[in-house]
């Protein structure tokens, strides 16, 4: 089975601080990770993944998220947060066995002015 | 190039209605989904496809039917609308699984 956990409903940072979004996944086999970010009242977008290859993934918008297997996390980043990345931000995992993706309940990112 | 279309935006049924969410991509994508989003849940997967002729169940499968005729269209269909399916549904297409899944913008359902 698959799994994904974000422990955070909400994560509050000051612009210009550097942002961390949490995210710990559970698989069997290999893990095909992702990010995705919902602004109010739109349909969702994607950020990046994680399929194999380097463990720090550089994704759109400035964010990047880091692989690691041991701790089995795919925590999402930004080293100055903006505003306008106030939005709604969901992890999601595929295990290599698996043809579907499973998400997270979503983290709501507020970045206070 | 359209994306992924879903009709309708906005739908209120009484309990025990059916209705068809359409669902229409113009990407040649051989993979998709639908997805319920419900405060607090995430997104739950209910139906997937991995090519026209062939779906299967996600999470969340109960009350739903899915048919996939054609590579672009995946209706979903509510066969007794239920309260419990108030909720907001998306629709998502990608090349493959493990692929970028683009959503189209959601149709929002009320069960009275």
């Known amino acids: 089975a698959q799994s994904v956990a974000q422990p955070e409903d909400q994560v509050n940072v000051a612009e210009g601080n550097p942002l961390t979004v949490k995210c710990t996944y559970s698989v069997s086999g290999n893990p095909y990770l992702f990010w995705y970010v919902q602004y109010p009242n739109r349909g969702l977008q994607f950020l990046l993944k994680y399929i194999t290859g380097d463990n720090l993934v550089k994704g759109s918008y400035g964010f990047e998220a880091e692989f690691n297997k041991s701790q089995t996390s795919f925590h999402l980043k930004k080293p100055s947060a903006l505003v306008s990345d106030s939005a709604l931000y969901f992890c999601?995992?595929?295990?290599?066995?698996?043809?579907?993706?499973?998400f997270g309940t979503g983290t709501k990112l507020q970045v206070i002015p | 190039n359209a994306g992924v279309t879903q009709t309708p935006k906005f739908q209120v049924l009484k309990t025990g209605q059916s209705m068809t969410l359409q669902c229409a991509q113009d990407?040649?994508?051989?993979?998709m989904s639908w997805y319920r989003q419900d405060p607090g849940m995430g997104l739950r997967l209910i139906h997937y496809s991995v090519g026209a002729g062939i779906t299967d169940q996600g999470e969340v499968p109960n009350g739903y039917n899915v048919s996939r005729s054609t590579t672009e269209d995946f209706p979903l269909r509510l066969l007794s609308a239920a309260p419990s399916q108030t909720s907001v549904y998306f629709c998502?297409?990608?090349?493959?699984?493990?692929?970028?899944?683009?959503f189209g913008p959601g149709t929002r359902l009320l069960v009275l």
């Open positions: 998502a297409s990608s090349r493959g699984v493990s692929e970028t899944q683009y």
């Open positions: 990407m040649n994508h051989e993979y």
């Open positions: 999601a995992v595929r295990d290599e066995g698996y043809q579907k993706v499973t």
